[in-house]
C-alpha cells in the first residue's frame, strides 16, 4: 500500500517538478501561469488574478482564463500609493510607498492582512524566499518623496511581525529578484548587482555587470526575473539576458532600444 | 445673413482656438508630463496584434512565460519575443495596447491594462477575448508625479507625452 502512495506521488510530483524546472511556470487548472518581475502589479495565484493600484487590492476570477471576471464586492481598501505585488506560495507581498504588506490567500478570495511594516516614504518593490523578505526603497522617484535609498530585509519567520535585519546603501534601487542563494537588485550606474544570500542577515555583494563589456551601456536597469539560471533583465537600454549558473554573470544576448528621434 | 453666419462661425472657431490654447499652456505649463486623451470608442478598438516587430524604445515591466518573454513598451504595449533560444530571442510582434503597462499570463491568455480597463487578449488567436471597463485608476505619469483622475469617461487618459 505505502509503495503504491509512493508511486503515485512521484507520478505527480515528477511531472510538476519537470515542468517548473524547465519553464518555471507555475500550474493551476491545467493551465500555466508565467512569472512577472518585482515591480508588476499584477499576480496570478491559483484561479486568481490579484492586481494593485493606487489604493485597492482587486480580484478576478479567471478559472476561465479566456472570460476573466471581476469580484468588485471583494476590493481590498489599502493606503494609497500601492506600487507593486508579488506572490510566494499562499502568500501576497504588496509594497507600497509607506511600507510592506503581507497578505495570506489561503483562501484566494478572501485575502486576509497579516501584518504591515511601515518606513520612510519611499518606493518599493518586494520578494521573498524562504524566511525573508527583500525590499527595495528608492527616494528619488520624486512622487514618493522619501529620502533614502537602501535595500531591507526581513525576517518573516513570524509573518505577523516581520524583523528588519539588514539595511544596505544603494544608489538608486529598483527591481529585485531571488533565486536560491542569489539575490538580484537593479541599482543605477552598476547596473545589476549580485549578491550572495546564503546567510540572508549578511549578504555578500560578489558580482555586477562592470566586468561585462556587451553591458557597458546599461544605466538605467528596471527589473529582472531569474529563472532556471537565466536572469531575464528589461532596462531603460533594452532587454539582457545573462546566465547566472556560474560563479560570475555571463553575458548571454540582448535587444537593445532605438530611441526615436523626436524624444530628446 | 450669410456674411454674419461665416461671421459667427469664424468668431466661434477664433475664440475656441484662443481658448485651447490658453488653456494648454496655463494648465499644464508647469507639468513635467502631458496626458494624452484617447475616445472611448476608440479605445475599445485600440487592442491588437502587429506580425512586425517594433523597436524597442522605453521598456518597462517584464514577464515570462516560457519560451516568451513580454516586455511592457510603456503606455503602448507588449513586445512578443521567442526566447526559445536565449543567444538570440526573436522580436516575433507586438500586442498594440494603448496605457498598458502591466501584464500577466494564464494558459493562453494575456490580462493587460488597457489604460482604465482590464482586457483579456488570446494569445494564440491573437484576439481579445474579454473587457471589463473602468475598474483601474488612468495610468501614473512616467516619473510617478503626476496623477490624473477626472471622470470624464468620453475621453480616456492614455499617455503621457514630455512637456517641452
Known amino acids: 500500500m505505502k509503495t503504491i502512495y509512493k508511486l503515485i506521488l512521484i507520478a505527480v510530483y515528477i511531472p510538476v517538478w519537470i515542468a517548473c524546472a524547465e519553464g518555471g511556470d507555475t500550474y493551476s487548472n491545467g493551465d500555466s501561469v508565467g512569472r512577472g518581475g518585482s515591480m508588476a502589479r499584477f499576480t496570478i495565484h491559483d484561479n486568481y488574478l490579484y492586481t494593485v493600484d493606487n489604493s485597492t487590492l482587486k480580484i478576478f476570477d479567471v478559472s476561465n482564463p479566456a472570460q476573466p471576471e471581476y469580484l468588485q464586492r471583494k476590493d481590498q481598501a489599502l493606503n494609497f500609493g500601492i506600487e507593486t505585488i508579488f506572490n510566494k506560495d499562499t502568500l501576497l507581498f504588496i509594497g507600497s510607498q509607506d511600507g510592506m504588506y503581507i497578505y495570506s490567500v489561503v483562501r484566494p478570495e478572501f485575502p486576509e492582512k497579516l501584518s504591515r511594516v511601515s518606513h520612510i516614504r519611499s518606493c518599493d518593490p518586494v520578494v521573498a524566499s524562504g524566511n525573508y523578505a527583500y525590499v527595495t526603497l528608492n527616494s528619488q522617484n520624486t512622487g514618493c518623496g522619501g529620502w533614502s535609498n537602501v535595500l531591507n530585509i526581513y525576517d518573516i519567520s513570524d509573518l505577523q511581525n516581520p524583523e528588519l535585519k539588514v539595511t544596505e546603501e544603494m544608489n538608486y534601487p529598483k527591481g529585485l529578484g531571488i533565486d536560491g542563494n542569489k539575490l538580484f537588485v537593479c541599482d543605477a550606474i552598476l547596473g545589476i548587482k549580485v549578491y550572495d544570500v546564503s546567510n540572508p542577515v549578511e549578504p555578500q555583494w560578489i558580482d555586477d555587470l562592470a566586468r561585462i563589456p556587451e553591458a557597458d551601456e546599461v544605466v538605467s536597469p528596471y527589473d529582472v526575473i531569474p529563472v532556471n539560471g537565466l536572469l531575464l533583465t528589461s532596462t531603460g537600454e533594452g532587454l539582457y539576458q545573462f546566465d547566472y549558473t556560474g560563479e560570475n554573470l555571463r553575458f548571454v544576448s540582448k535587444i537593445t532600444t532605438l530611441k526615436k528621434q523626436d524624444d530628446e | ?164
Not at chain 2, 38 to 61: F, H, I
Not at chain 2, 133 to 156: A, C, G, H, L, Q
Open chain 2, 1 to 164: 445673413m450669410r456674411t454674419l453666419q461665416t461671421f459667427f462661425i469664424s468668431f466661434a472657431m477664433i475664440g475656441i482656438l484662443v481658448l485651447t490654447t490658453s488653456y494648454t499652456d496655463s494648465y499644464y505649463e508647469n507639468w513635467t508630463y502631458v496626458p494624452i486623451f484617447m475616445a472611448r470608442a476608440d479605445l475599445e478598438n485600440s487592442v491588437s496584434y502587429q506580425s512586425s516587430p517594433r523597436n524597442m524604445e522605453t521598456p518597462g515591466k517584464i514577464y515570462y512565460k516560457s519560451p516568451y518573454i513580454y516586455i511592457n513598451e510603456r503606455y503602448k504595449g507588449v513586445h512578443v519575443i521567442d526566447n526559445s533560444d536565449p543567444e538570440n530571442p526573436v522580436k516575433e510582434g507586438f500586442i498594440v495596447a494603448p496605457g498598458c503597462l502591466d501584464m500577466a499570463v494564464k494558459g493562453n491568455t494575456m490580462y493587460l491594462d488597457n489604460a482604465v480597463d482590464l482586457v483579456a487578449f488570446d494569445l494564440t488567436k491573437k484576439e481579445v477575448t474579454e473587457r471589463i471597463k473602468e475598474v483601474f485608476p488612468e495610468p501614473v505619469s512616467p516619473e510617478n508625479d503626476t496623477f490624473y483622475s477626472e471622470k470624464n469617461r468620453e475621453y480616456i487618459l492614455v499617455a503621457w507625452r514630455k512637456n517641452n
